[in-house]
């Protein structure tokens, strides 16, 4: 083996190092997203748990309907422009003290006034 033949055998073992390494780095990044994916997975089930409970206080409780809960999910929802069953935030500004705010909160976090969303 000539000294040519030594360098690209070096450079072969080298790429073959720098592979494994690489495979290694994608099987833990591997891991760490399946960790993650099944903490917010726990995190939603409680979420949705608690959801469930307060719901079901409010309606044995009060005279609020299922009826009532999906016009406020849908006024809600409306509240960014888009109909897409999640709660996106906008800044606006509000009427009456010009500052930023955002369609999510019912009013203005400054001075009270009702938010009024981008579809109005
Ligand atoms: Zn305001």
Redesign the pocket.
């Known amino acids: 083996m000539d000294l040519f033949d030594l360098y690209q055998q070096k450079r072969i073992w080298d790429a073959e190092a720098k592979a494994d390494n690489a495979g290694r780095d994608a099987a833990h990044a591997s891991e760490r997203v399946a960790t993650e994916v099944r903490r917010l997975e726990a995190k939603i089930d409680g979420l949705a748990l608690i959801c469930e409970a307060l719901w079901e206080l409010l309606r044995e409780r009060t005279q609020l309907t299922d009826d009532d809960i999906r016009k406020k999910m849908q006024e809600i929802d409306l509240r960014d422009g888009v109909a897409d069953g999640k709660i996106t935030s906008v800044a606006t500004e509000?009427?009456?003290?010009?500052?930023k705010?955002f369609t999510r909160n019912p009013?203005?976090?400054?001075?009270?006034?009702p938010v009024t969303g981008v579809w109005r």
């Open positions: 509000c009427r009456k003290c010009q500052r705010t009013v203005c976090m400054y001075c009270g006034e």
